[in-house]
């Protein structure tokens, strides 16, 4: 599987890039698979250029990742959010909670944050009942140090992109599709390296390039895979990450579809959720400044001041983990080679 790797850091510098170094970076991030050649076209430098600017760009860990956004309802799993007050005077429980968190199958993300919530895990499951099951081993095999938990199911997604940048994906609604092991060990292969190429795919799994690259496209084509992108060391660009929980009154189609639009086209909204639970909506803000930030921020409440009750934010300090797809959901493939 891919090491793990945050999007927030704890000690982190702002690498100074060229302008032509983000604009590569936008390319990856709406197509990471995208061939040298036609980054080179499209960015007006020779493919020596862009191979050597892409392999600068992940030894200096500004890109830590290239890999599938997989729709994970696809696969037959909800995603599911956990809030944690942890209190730890000593710190070691509180270190060996995370290294758990971080390494559960069925983990996507892991962030700690500086306010009383101190930790969100998402985390996937078959259904509520399997999130329970998971949750409750969790919460009694840490029960000592956590103090309380919120847990947030999340209904549908409104947007989703990984980077403040020019282009945004609205969620799609899903229906069931039931991958073979091939296609799991296609899906594992990408996750390692959104890069890989079907010759390399063929060699670890024992299938021809073109059924690969078949199969491959049945993933695009049937929303498995929505897109290609890349994941950047945010703290490594001079961003920073808040995620924002919202009570709104109610939340009628109208109102829902105004609200979607709108969260659509706010640049530094990256990510925008309804859910079940404390709160109605999750999103994620990534900027550049405090002021981007701030304004983001009371835009949003100005421009639905008649359905938001109150929302509460939270700074990210630190990311333990983010995986585009947990191993639970490409775990166990047996191939018949």
Known sequence: MATHFGRIREHQDIVRIKDSDRKFIYELEEDSRKPLTALAKKLHVSKDTAHYTLNKLLKSNVIEHLGPVVDLTRLGYQTFHVFFVVHDIEGKRENEFMDYLANHPN????????????????????DILDFDKITSRTATLFSDIIIEKSKLEVIK????????????YFEKESTLYVPDNYDRAILACLNNDGRMSSYEISEKIGMSPNNVRYRLKNLVRSN?????????????????????????????????AKLREYLFHQRFITRAVKVLGYWDLLITIVSDTIRNYHKTIKDLES???????????????REKT??????????DVELNK
């Open 224 to 256: 498995v895979i929505r897109h290609f992108t890349t994941t950047v060391n945010l703290n490594s660009l001079g961003y920073h990450l808040y995620t924002i929980g919202v009570l709104i009154k109610s939340l009628d189609e109208k109102q829902e």
């Open 107 to 126: 983990t996507k993300a892991l962030m700690e944050y500086s306010d009383r919530w101190g930790l969100e895990w998402t985390v996937i499951a078959k």
């Open 322 to 331: 983010f995986k585009y797809v947990p191993e639970i959901a490409i775990a």
């Open 303 to 317: 421009e639905f001041s008649d359905i938001v009750i109150n929302y509460e934010a939270l700074t990210a300090y």
């Open 157 to 168: 997604g409104f947007k989703s992109t990984t980077l403040a940048s020019r282009k945004a």
